[in-house]
T-cell receptor, first 109, second 114 residues
Framework: QKEVEQNSGPLSVPEGAIASLNCTYS??????FFWYRQYSGKSPELIMS????GDKEDGRFTAQLNKASQYVSLLIRDSQPSDSATYLC?????????FGSGTKLNVKP | EADIYQTPRYLVIGTGKKITLECSQT?????MYWYQQDPGMELHLIHY???????EKGDLSSESTVSRIRTEHFPLTLESARPSHTSQYLC?????????????FGSGTRLTVV
């Protein structure tokens, strides 16, 4: 079982729609959770971090964390073609840091 | 501006050559990492360091070696490059408390061994 699981996609949404990306993790004592965006051929860039249960909003992005169910999600409102990328979920516990394999998002004009 | 730098950005080299991929960060981070990533595939941790003179092998077996003589510098060396080493190599760093602050990635080195 992988530490972090993501659906590889691709997830296709029309422009202007809400894209919902999900991630589950196996280590119950995980403390910190991150979403990275990676454009094709580029390096990952951190777009959201969340540490406590609930929602955290930053512009068009909302991260949601549910530690009891061990899942974290990322919502992208008003999706734009420029949001088309692979989104990596990452989970941290003290010195361990795990990346998921990523979900590819396609936003169609 | 605090950042993490990787050079070269692209490298095409012949089989059997020795190469060193450079990674430097100006953020004073103690922890640094090397990941290998093939196109469209997941990240694989190949080396990491928690500070000067500390290096460890990651989850993916690699024929490369690393050194950490200075906090800001974490080079990766391949003694004898092979076509199977063709990949993208990503360097990252994080603060001493590790995951609480996430990773910052360099722009990567795309290596092609012919």
């Amino acid at each position: 079982q992988k530490e972090v699981e993501q659906n590889s996609g691709p997830l296709s949404v029309p422009e202007g729609a809400i894209a919902s990306l999900n991630c589950t993790y196996s280590d119950r004592v995980s403390q910190s959770f991150f979403w990275y965006r990676q454009y094709s051929g580029k390096s990952p860039e951190l777009i959201m971090s969340i540490y406590s249960n609930g929602d955290k909003e930053d512009g068009r992005f909302t991260a949601q964390l549910n530690k009891a169910s061990q899942y974290v999600s990322l919502l992208i409102r008003d999706s734009q073609p420029s949001d088309s990328a692979t989104y990596l979920c990452a989970v941290s516990n003290f010195n361990k840091f795990y990346f998921g394999s990523g979900t590819k998002l396609n936003v169609k004009p | 501006e605090a950042d993490i730098y990787q050079t070269p950005r692209y490298l095409v080299i012949g089989t059997g050559k020795k190469i060193t991929l450079e990674c430097s960060q100006t953020m004073g981070h103690d922890k640094m990492y090397w990941y290998q990533q093939d196109p469209g595939m997941e990240l694989h941790l190949i080396h990491y360091s928690y500070g000067v003179n500390s290096t460890e092998k990651g989850d993916l077996s690699s024929e490369s070696t690393v050194s950490r003589i200075r906090t800001e510098h974490f080079p990766l060396t391949l003694e004898s490059a092979r076509p199977s080493h063709t990949s993208q190599y990503l360097c990252a760093s994080s603060e001493e408390r590790g995951g609480n602050y996430g990773y910052t990635f360099g722009s990567g080195t795309r290596l092609t061994v012919v």
